[in-house]
């Protein structure tokens, strides 16, 4: 099982930008995404990439305003957040599962097999 590091959250106001990153411990599984959990609320998915064609799947409450990217030679995964809104807030984390291209992109927590520990992102008004 792959370890999943991630880094970059912080604070910011709104309007700011945060650029989050998720290092694989050994190799890219072919799925990964990004989770964020606020307070009181359930775990949902942010983003989602088949990685090796990069097909993605975006939340409508982010799309636009967010960006995946990976550095497969470094096996890391990356995401820009821009125009950041309160609502943003929470923990995010980075998942990994490998699947096959017909079930990824995938928004469902429970196909990832790899978890990393979270980072934490506020954003006030």
């Known amino acids: 099982q792959v370890q999943l590091v991630e880094s970059g959250g912080g604070s910011v106001q709104t309007g700011g930008s945060l650029r989050l990153s998720c290092a694989a411990s050994?190799?890219?599984?072919?799925?990964m995404a990004w989770f964020r959990q606020a307070p009181g609320k359930e775990r949902e998915a942010v983003v989602s990439?088949?990685?090796?064609?990069?097909?993605?799947w975006y939340a409508s409450s982010v799309q636009g305003r967010f960006t995946i990217s990976q550095d497969n030679a470094k096996n890391t995964l990356f995401l820009q957040m821009n125009s950041l809104k309160p609502e943003d807030s929470g923990m995010y984390y980075c998942?990994?599962?490998?699947?096959?291209?017909?079930?990824?992109?995938?928004?469902?927590?429970?196909?990832?097999?790899?978890w990393g520990q979270g980072t934490q992102v506020t954003v006030s008004s």
């Open positions: 998942a990994a599962g490998a699947l096959n291209p017909g079930y990824c992109p995938n928004i469902i927590s429970g196909v990832y097999d790899s």
């Open positions: 050994k190799y890219t599984y072919s799925c």
């Open positions: 990439i088949y990685t090796r064609t990069g097909s993605t």
